[in-house]
């Protein structure tokens, strides 16, 4: 591996900090917060790429993206992380996009991609069931093919649960099961259902962090017309692999660490201990050097899977779980320092959530983002959302020893 930057890679990082120097207005800067910005930030944040040609980063230029390679879209994604550019729509944008790219209709497309590159149509992602969850083929939500007068429809019938911003979301792309007689894979049907119709009910889940991401999603009787499905009846399992297999290089969420880097050195500089900043203070400053080295290692694997990754290599499947169980270990440990950090102050910060809402507490850096002590509890999932570190272990020893 060649460890000198990459001309080319270094003059786009470039570009990319000269957009968001003139482009990002100073009232959406430090709006990034959770997996996904309030929809006023982000459907203004998604207007000013698309008015640059930005606003598919993650789609090939065919499909009207920015058909940048796995490094540019790390380069991208971590230098707004450190602008603290609002997000784009994860579950629209980066998930569904490619896989209707990919596999839709010309009549899906024409429907729902124009509303994905403008944000105003937000989406979730309804996979785990009760009882489904690493082992999702073994899902029982039921979707019944039935043909009436008002057409083919399916009625599906079931729950969800974990469905990230189910509350907030316009439609939902939705993992049902068609076929109930055949090997479990072969059973599954992806479809896509606006969280509108008749028969849905969405009941929130709140969680440890303080905050409203989650939600339990059920459906009683819902018709979804069969020109819903996407890839065709039984091809869903094939369709969320895609899904799923998107960008290994992503896995350890990299921009969050820089995110987080950064707050600490923001912390070490400006909170004083005994008249002294913070980072004279020996103990500190050790612990600070160690995570900054294994943030450094991150970012290198990060890089080698993004190579691998755009070479089409097989090693990139594995080293994309090696990567999500370091980077997710590597949140948690940073999320947790930070809190520490602000000692006293931590405990104060709690109840503010780390989605955007709610007021700014006298606390020191507040301005670093609100909600330190939430995002840190909220991280207790990255080792659990995204497929477990148990299960990235399995993946590992798998693909590595060909099990
Ligand atoms: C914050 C958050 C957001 C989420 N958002 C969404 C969303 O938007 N949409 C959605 O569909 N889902 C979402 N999920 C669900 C997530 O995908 C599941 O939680 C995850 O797949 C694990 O499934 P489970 O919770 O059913 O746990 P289980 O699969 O029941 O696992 C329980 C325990 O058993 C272990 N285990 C299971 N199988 C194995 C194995 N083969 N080998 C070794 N150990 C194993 C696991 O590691 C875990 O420790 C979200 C979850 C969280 C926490």
Known sequence: MDFQPDAGLTAFREEVRAFLRTHLPAELAGSQH??????????????????HGWGAPYWEKEHGGTGWTPQQRLAFDEECAIAGTPSQDVFGQRLLGPVLNHFATPEQKAEHLPHIFAGTRLWCQG???????????????????????EGDHYVVNGQKIWTSYAHQADWIFLLVRTDASVKKQAGISFLLVDMKTPG?????IMTIDGCHHLNETFFDNVRVPVANCVGGEGAGW????????????????????????????????????????LIRRPAFALRLARLEAELQAVSMMVQRVAVLEQDHSPTAHVMGSMLKIRGTELQQKMSEFLVEA??????IAYPESHDGEGDALPVPCAHMGPGIA??????????????TSEVQRGIIAKLLFQL
């Open 127 to 149: 996979f785990s069931e009760p009882g489904s969850g690493s082992d999702l083929a073994s899902l029982r939500t039921q979707a019944v093919r039935v043909a009436d007068d």
């Open 200 to 204: 849905i009910t969405v009941r929130p």
């Open 342 to 347: 602000l000692g006293d102050y931590g405990a």
């Open 374 to 387: 939430s995002e840190m509890f909220f991280r207790r999932a990255s080792t659990i959302y995204g497929g």
């Open 34 to 51: 959770g997996v996904r910005s309030p929809r006023a930030a982000l459907v203004r944040w998604q207007g000013i790429l698309n008015d």
């Open 238 to 277: 094939n369709v969320t692999k895609f899904l799923l297999n998107n960008e290994h290089a992503a896995t350890a969420d990299l921009p969050t660490l820089v995110r987080f880097q950064r707050q600490l050195r923001t912390l070490a500089a400006t909170l004083r201990v005994d008249g002294e900043p």
